[in-house]
């Protein structure tokens, strides 16, 4: 069972913006910590961005800061990425990810990703 699905990427010209959805099922998703990482072909993962369960908390990466911004709706059970200004090294496939501590019953689990790709 899927419990995120990422939806939104596409390919843009740079300096252009799109705005990632990810969907939750299976879980209290007003508990979890919502994220987003990304992986380019042939890098190591990268984190891109975290909003706190409390809707409040925030955390970006330096390469995305000013850029990026991560927003979540419980009631929809949806974490966005507004991403604006966007670069050539934005291009990578990005993944939700939704946390929980496993000693406060939760777990992590991540979507499949989805493809942006900005050319210059």
């Known amino acids: 069972q899927d419990r995120l699905v990422e939806s939104g990427g596409g390919s843009v010209q740079a300096g252009g913006s799109l705005r990632l959805s990810c969907v939750g099922s299976g879980f209290t998703f007003s508990n979890y910590a919502m994220g987003w990482y990304r992986q380019a072909l042939g890098k190591e993962r990268e984190f891109v961005a975290r909003?706190?369960?409390?809707?409040?908390?925030?955390f970006y990466g330096d390469s995305v800061k000013g850029r990026f911004t991560v927003s979540r709706d419980n009631a929809k059970n949806t974490v966005y990425l507004q991403m604006n200004n966007l670069k050539p090294e934005d291009t990578a496939i990005y993944r939700c990810q939704a946390h929980r501590p496993q000693n406060r019953g939760g777990q992590t689990y991540w979507g499949r990703g989805t493809q942006v790709t900005v050319s210059s």
């Open positions: 909003l706190h369960w409390d809707n409040v908390t925030t």
